[in-house]
């Protein structure tokens, strides 16, 4: 998911309210609140959505998260358990899923949760009239991919099907090891039809337009309004397991701000700017929460021919101190990347690694500036060209300025290189890199799910996300047989996914920058909190406060 990063990966103010409440009440703060306390959590964007099939940010995810469940959902170690299925059968050639779900799960207004909520939710995801811009995660599903681009008019004929109310079955059109790490996703959650058709467009945005299946039922929220709470939900299945009767949600944009609220015990939660990381590393609230992000750049082939010169590419990789850029540029907000995949990810099955750190190329990825100028210059000798003149893409956020000012002043550093920067919104950034309108440009994507398909598989060369036209016949066979020949042997599939990973290093196919991770304050009495690198940023199903 590029949480509002490159497809916005991508994953709340005036909260006070409680205690206006708790001063009418008759009953004492204990038994309004129960054993533990209320919390207060601090999020850099307002709720956009609440629709399963039309959520984007990570602020959506995290809400969505909040108050439902679905099939499965991620534990306290990022594993995805069952949640509304309580067990399920693959059959040997990996197309066929039974789900048989949890009885007596009930929705927040006491309706059955049946399988037929999850055929209606899946179809209109899948249905072109919704325009989910995550319906892509159902491709390979029976007819998913046909009904999104208009070929399959009938809904029905999507691979869901309740065969009772109980039993959920899943035709694939090719296997899909990663389907059930995608199940914890808001777009698969169920949903309940009458009430979505009952409240019709307003479905999703406010929460009196919203049913819960998960722990909390969402409570204040007009569809603009900066502060959301959210409320134990007492219909869900797994109530024992949530011990926080309350949350409180405030949007806080400006990180002086929600510092300054941190330091006067207004929130338990706040991220940090690399100005507060460097005053705060010391502080016992201090954290670092990993994200399956990767920062990198994508180097246009189409528009500047060098960049088809292996040499020219390793070059540019070769000129990037990656540690300086982390460390001094980036300060608490990353690490130096080794490969395109993200860290915290996945683990390779074939020796128990974090994938990332298993597929590594020793030097492949490193700063030799000696290095970089002697294949620059055979990279131009190559390519007949004296010099080169390139203009790098950015975004236009003080952060994305000064990485682009880094980068640079880092490549100008190779005799005959000589970088212009373009700086631009969000938005027309992401447009630009799709129409394939950049020299260089600064990409980042976070991952839906922890699969290296998530990541391996934009660049192959059909990819839409492959904005930068890297085409390597090889790779291309061993991202085809990772989800061919070998889809249903998972060791074979990652050690396929790992020679990819690896040539792309050796090839330079995108010049990988940083891992993104997020520095922040957490009160140190609140316990349980789940941070997910993949998926929802924040679960806080198992979260209390003492």
Known sequence: MKKSIGKPLALAAGFMLAGTVLAQATASADEEEGKYKPITWAENAPLSSMDPSKVTAAIDFDG????????????????????LAESYEVSDDGLHYTFKLRKGAEWSNGTPITA?????????????????????????????????????????????????????????????????????????????????????????????????????????????????????????????????????IKTIADQNTGYNLYKSDTLDFTTLSPQQVTASKNDKAFTTIPSATASYMQLNEKQVPEFKNTNIRRAISYAIDRKILADKILTGSATPATTFSATKLVENPNDGEDFSKSVTVDGAVTHDLDKAQELFDKGLKETGSKDLEIELLADDSDGAKRSAEFLQSQLQQIDGLKVKIKMVPFKQRISLSADKKFDMVISLWGADYADPSTFLDLYKSDSPFNEGSWHNDEYDALIDRANGEHVNDPKKRFADYKEAEQLMSKEMGVVPLYYRSQAAFVRPSVKGMVYQPAGAPYDFKWAYKE
């Open 116 to 248: 037929n909520d999850f055929v209606y939710g899946w179809q209109r995801t899948n249905d072109p009239k919704t325009a989910s811009q995550y319906a892509y995660l159902f491709s390979g599903i029976k007819n998913a991919d046909a009904i999104q681009n208009g070929k399959e008019k009938d809904l029905s004929k999507l691979g869901v099907k309740a065969e009772d109310d109980h039993t959920l079955k899943v035709d694939l059109e090719k296997p899909l090891p990663q389907l059930i790490s995608m199940l914890p996703m808001a777009p698969f959650f169920p949903q309940n039809e009458a009430f979505v058709k009952e409240v019709g467009a307003k479905y999703g945005t406010q929460s009196k337009y919203i049913l819960s299946s998960g722990p909390y039922v969402q409570q204040d929220w007009n569809g603009s309004n900066d502060t959301v709470t959210y409320k134990k939900n007492e219909k869900y299945y797994d109530k024992d397991a949530v011990k926080t009767k309350k949350l409180t």
């Open 64 to 83: 969505l998260t909040a108050t439902n469940d679905g099939l499965f959902r991620a534990d306290k170690n990022n594993k995805p358990q069952p949640a």
